[in-house]
């Protein structure tokens, strides 16, 4: 179902090592892909999509995965599409277009209750919301913090409000402050569905219909959707997550959501830009392929070289990283949708510097690298799977195979 070329890269570490971390029951099951520009030179599973220890139906490439955050790539192009034919500029205020952002309010540096605010000094751009910078919270990064606790309070979390839609959301989410002055610190937020509504207001097409008349059907990308329709709930894959939740390294795992009475199983009246689609191997690497191939697919051009460059530079004020209470991304600044790798440490892959990337909390990941040519996609369920150890070691060992093909 995938061409695959021949290479010279040996991964058969690689390979070694994700069969140990199934083995293991650190993760329930796990599909690898390798590409050397846009061609696949390498396609593994490991384990089986509904049981552990291979105790199941075997993963195939049509399998189908719980996206999540690697959602907002695909909002990110989606929005991108939008500015290329001109709809917005970058530096438009958000309230321009979604007016619920209108004179906003902002926590005080010493704040010690969601009362203790102030004037915003600007207004919310739309570049700020693609690169996290607008002072939006996502409310379960630090579930403690004045500001997320406030947006459990509001019944913020769309996923689990039964009827909340991406208008309802922004309507509560321009109720509350903001975490800081935009433009001015980085902080994970719910602002790529806050994108994803200004989509729809942009397009006037529902965000689904927009996503699938503009990327997924010209791409060919037949079985990513926000739900998984009955037909297809065979090849849906199970979710897992560890005994011990808190435990990054637990071994163990329980099921965690069904294919077939689970989350997915039917429409969801909530299009989160930020993490509601669900996909397979062969139509993310699709859009994968796009991407590194300059915006062009097979014939398809989705945006323009020079548009996926400003997306992959820099978009941060000068001082400000990516800075995750949960996870450590050292180097790491942010463009307009993707994580970009500024700097790496001296136990990092020096290729790897230019790299850009993001993934999704149940352990889908995809990185792109220009100074190698090398892009990598691994795929699991497991919730949390995000930053996870075998997502590290995955990269580390494609990288020290083409370190080894070219010393």
Not at 18 to 42: A, R
Not at 109 to 125: G, R
Not at 239 to 267: C, I, N
Not at 294 to 315: A, F, H, S
């Amino acid at each position: 179902m995938l061409d695959v070329k021949p290479t010279q890269l040996d991964l058969s570490t690689m390979h070694e090592k994700m069969q140990w971390y199934v083995d293991e029951e650190m993760i329930p099951f796990c599909t690898t892909l390798v590409m050397q520009g846009t061609d696949i030179i390498d396609v593994q599973t490991f384990g089986a999509m509904n049981g552990l220890k291979g105790e199941g139906r075997p993963l195939q490439a049509d399998t189908i995965y719980r996206m999540y955050s690697n959602t907002k790539l695909v909002t990110s192009v989606g929005a991108m599409m939008l500015w290329e034919a001109g709809a917005f500029d970058l530096d438009d205020p958000l309230e321009k277009y979604l007016p619920e952002f209108a004179d906003m309010q902002v926590l005080t540096a010493d704040a010690k209750s969601i009362e203790d605010t102030e004037p915003a000094t600007s207004s919310i751009t739309i570049r700020q919301l693609l690169s996290h910078s607008s002072g939006l919270s996502y409310g379960f990064i630090e579930p403690e913090s004045i500001i997320d606790k406030a947006y459990i309070e509001a019944g913020i979390n769309a996923l689990s409000t039964p009827g909340a839609t991406l208008e309802s959301m922004c309507e509560k989410l321009g109720q509350q402050p903001l975490a800081f002055q935009p433009g001015t610190y980085w902080r994970y937020s719910l602002a790529t569905d806050v994108t994803a509504r200004l989509i729809e207001v942009l397009s006037g097409e529902s965000f689904d219909d927009y996503l699938k008349m503009e990327i997924f059907k010209p791409l060919g990308m037949s079985d990513t959707d926000f739900y998984v329709p009955k037909d297809k709930q065979d090849r849906f894959s199970t979710m897992f997550r560890p005994e011990d939740f808190l435990d990054p390294l637990a071994k163990g795992l329980v099921k965690a959501d069904d294919p077939y009475a689970g989350t997915y199983s039917q429409p969801n009246s909530f299009l989160s830009g930020g993490g509601g689609l669900c996909s397979t191997l062969i139509d993310y690497i699709k859009f994968i392929q796009m991407i590194v191939n300059g915006g062009e697919w097979q014939g398809v051009r989705i945006l323009k070289p020079e548009t996926l460059d400003l997306m992959r530079t820099n978009q941060l004020p000068a001082g400000v990283v990516v800075n995750f209470p949960m996870w450590d991304m050292p180097g790491t600044v942010f463009g307009l949708g993707f994580a970009v790798k500024e700097s790496v440490s001296d136990i990092e892959p020096a290729g790897s510097v230019g790299e850009y990337h993001w993934g999704g909390m149940a352990g889908t990941h995809s990185w792109m690298s220009p100074k190698t040519g090398i892009t990598g996609m691994c795929m699991t369920q497991r919730m949390p799977g995000f930053w996870h150890a075998f997502s590290h070691d995955f990269k580390q060992l494609v990288y020290d195979a083409y370190a080894n093909a070219n010393s």
